[in-house]
Structures are given as structure tokens and as C-alpha cells.
């Protein structure tokens, strides 16, 4: 069964340093993958997604993740931290269905953003 | 165009009771998802809405069971409530293509007593 590892379940950072959160799948072939971030008592905003174009992906908010096929890794980067920053970060998976049809996202536990002032 | 909609936001019940939790997908999205979330814990996959058909079901009994209307909108219910049942349940809504991301609304909060 495919999964979703987030290393840290908490991360505190300064304003203005660089953001850094981890995401590790398991996957024979390249899933979908996806990072959300969820504010207190909200649902999920999609922040950026791979699928299988380029490794590098651009997202909202100054917001960038790395599809790196070797290290089975897609981590969260931001050069900058700003304290709108803070929020809960999910890492997830779609693993590729044949005929093109959509499978459901699968989840890490989640990565709790701290940015001190 | 108008996002995910889920109502309502707060529900309270108390072991064994039954719940209708209701949700409007996005304009022109013809899939629908549902996902619970517990305290601290990331989204679990429920089922998925096709055209009015399951099409996908995570590891969740048959007290949970939903539908999906002409329109797209959705449902989730609960029967016999049990405390473990205490979350947000999410809905989202998509196109039903491999690449299309999951649009989600804000959640019902649910809690069993």
C-alpha cells in the first residue's frame, strides 16, 4: 500500500529564514503529489502539485517542492519565512490509476509551521 | 465561480445516533470525496462519488454511506455514532481526469458525546 512520510511534526522557524518540510512517499511507479496547507478551524488549500511534467513545482505564497524519483521525496521549500506562514502543511498522494481516472488522496500526518517573530 | 460548500459547520450527537452531513461541489466538478480528519491526524479517504456511483472506499464500515445527486452535490451519513466518530469531515470536489487536484471545503466539525 502506497504511503505518506512527514519527517517532524513540528517545525519552528524565524521570520524571514528558510522553510524547509519534508514529504517521503512510497510508490513503485511516480504517483500525483500534492502539498496542502490547512489554517485553524479551515479546510484545505491546495498549495502546489506534481504531475509527472516538471520536477521542480512552483506554488502559491512563494511556495516550491522537488520531485527527486531517486530519494522517493517531495519536500516543501520557502526562501523566507513570513509569519502568515503559520498553518498545518499535509503532504499527499494519488497513485495513478490506468484509463486516466482519479484515485483518492492519501495523507502524511501533517507538519505544524511555527514562525517566531 | 463558488467553491466547495458543507453545512453545517458544528454538529453535536451522542453515541448511536444518526448523521446527515450535506456538501455542494464546485461549478462544473463532477466528483466528489470524502475524507475524515481527527484531531491531529491527516485526512482518511472515505468514498468517492462518481455520477451518483461509489467509486472507491477506504477502509471505513458500512455505517458510513453516502450519495450523490444529479447536481453533484453530496452526502455522508453516519449510523450508531461511536465517540471514535468525533472529527472534521472534509468533502472535495473534482474533475475526474488523473491530474485534477481536490478542491475542499471548510469541514463539518462533528462531535459524539
Known amino acids: 500500500a502506497q504511503s505518506v512520510t512527514q519527517l517532524g511534526s513540528h517545525v519552528s522557524v524565524s521570520e524571514g529564514a528558510l522553510v524547509l518540510l519534508r514529504c517521503n512517499y512510497s510508490s513503485s511507479v511516480p504517483p500525483y503529489l500534492f502539498w496542502y496547507v490547512q489554517y485553524p478551524n479551515q479546510g484545505l488549500q491546495l498549495l502546489l502539485k506534481?504531475?509527472?511534467?516538471?520536477?521542480l513545482v512552483k506554488g502559491i505564497n512563494g511556495f516550491e517542492a522537488e520531485f527527486k524519483k531517486s530519494e522517493t521525496s517531495f519536500h516543501l521549500t520557502k526562501p523566507s519565512a513570513h509569519m502568515s506562514d503559520a498553518a498545518e502543511y499535509f503532504c499527499a498522494v494519488r497513485p495513478y490509476l490506468s484509463g486516466g481516472s482519479q484515485g483518492n488522496l492519501i495523507f502524511g500526518k501533517g507538519t505544524k509551521l511555527s514562525v517566531k517573530p | 465561480e463558488t467553491g466547495v460548500t458543507q453545512s453545517p459547520t458544528h454538529l453535536i450527537k451522542t453515541r448511536g445516533q444518526q448523521v446527515t452531513l450535506r456538501c455542494s461541489s464546485q461549478?462544473?466538478?463532477?466528483?466528489v470525496s470524502w475524507y475524515q480528519q481527527a484531531l491531529g491526524q491527516g485526512p482518511q479517504f472515505i468514498f468517492q462519488?462518481?455520477?451518483?456511483?461509489?467509486?472507491g472506499r477506504g477502509n471505513f464500515p458500512p455505517r458510513f454511506s453516502g450519495l450523490q445527486f444529479p447536481n453533484y452535490s453530496s452526502e455522508l451519513n453516519v449510523n450508531a455514532l461511536e465517540l471514535d466518530d468525533s472529527a472534521l469531515y472534509l468533502c472535495?470536489?473534482?474533475?475526474?481526469?488523473?491530474?485534477?487536484?481536490?478542491?475542499f471545503g471548510p469541514g463539518t466539525r462533528l462531535t459524539v458525546l
Open positions: 462519488y462518481y455520477r451518483e456511483e461509489e467509486n
Open positions: 472535495a470536489s473534482s474533475l475526474r481526469t488523473g491530474g485534477n487536484e481536490q478542491f
Open positions: 506534481y504531475t509527472s511534467a516538471a520536477t
Open positions: 461549478s462544473g466538478h463532477n466528483t
